[in-house]
Nanobody, 115 residues
Framework: QVQLVESGGGLVQAGESLRLSCAASGRTFGSERMAWFRQAPGKERVFVASIRSNGGSTYVDSVKGRFTISRDNAKNTVYLQMNSLKTEDTAVYYC?????????WGQGTQVTVSS
């Protein structure tokens, strides 16, 4: 049974940084394209960034240059380094494969950015 556990969220001020982690268990994820998604209050969950097994990454335009996705296959963990945070980054952040498997969604981690 696959389990994805997100952590690292919190309350920060605009301009500060956070590093999110996603620990995966139940199978090895080294060959999977993994991604981060986020869901802001009252909005649908949307794609933020993805990383392929070879390390190649893709970002939504709104986070390019500020967020960096990375992975440690030995630890079955995916990270999201978020710098220069903005109030519009406030959301619950989730990880999943890309495209997502609906049975894999975890609880997410809340990121709140205050002005």
């Amino acid at each position: 049974q696959v389990q994805l556990v997100e952590s690292g969220g919190g309350l920060v001020q605009a301009g500060e940084s956070l590093r999110l982690s996603c620990a995966a268990s139940g199978r090895t994820f080294g060959s999977e394209r993994m991604a981060w998604f986020r869901q802001a209050p009252g909005k649908e969950r949307v794609f933020v960034a993805s990383i392929r097994s070879n390390g190649g990454s893709t970002y939504v335009d709104s986070v390019k240059g500020r967020f960096t996705i990375s992975r440690d296959n030995a630890k079955n963990t995916v990270y999201l380094q978020m710098n220069s945070l903005k109030t519009e980054d406030t959301a619950v952040y989730y990880c999943n494969r890309n495209p997502p498997n609906n049975q894999w969604w975890g609880q997410g981690t809340q990121v709140t950015v205050s002005s």
